[in-house]
């Protein structure tokens, strides 16, 4: 039976859905939590996402999906996944992504701060190379840039 795992984040976002085909897929990815804070209640997103897709033993998830670079949407990325464009985000301890999915407005948009531009930076890579990335939402904008 397919599940879909919603993580208490506060502000911010992130769902995982695992379908009986053995799929797995993330629905942006926001670890906003902060352990210096003694009473946050948000969960500690790396390792219980971590576990509900069978870490260490499932080290790759097939579709990374970011709706939009918003930080609560995007916080942490580059500390969990391997990104392809950066040997720095690379190691043992990320997650592999097969697909990333992101509208054309996360690649083709200036001045991104933080983490939003470590993860347009992955997209751009990937849609250069024309390797493991969908676009979606006004792709024509990607013929211009």
Not at 13 to 31: E, M, P, Q, R, T
Not at 92 to 106: C, G, H, M, S, T
Not at 120 to 141: C, D, M, S, Y
Request: some cysteine.
């Amino acid at each position: 039976m397919a599940q879909i795992i919603f993580y208490p984040l506060g502000n911010a976002d992130c769902c995982l859905i695992k379908l009986d085909s053995g799929a797995v897929i993330a629905f942006d990815y926001a670890d906003k939590f902060r352990s210096d804070e003694e009473d946050d209640r948000r969960m500690p997103l790396d390792e219980h996402f971590k576990k509900d897709i069978g870490w260490p033993e499932v080290t790759e998830i097939d579709v990374l999906a970011v709706t939009h670079g918003d930080d609560d949407h995007v916080k942490k990325i580059s500390e969990t996944f391997w990104l392809e464009h950066a040997v720095k985000y690379q190691g043992d301890d990320r997650v592999k992504v097969r697909e990333l999915w992101v509208p054309a407005a996360l690649i083709v948009e200036e001045a991104c701060e933080d983490h939003t531009r470590i993860i347009q930076a992955e997209a751009r890579h990937r849609f250069l190379n024309k390797n493991g990335i969908r676009v979606f939402a006004r792709p024509e904008h990607l013929r211009l840039w």
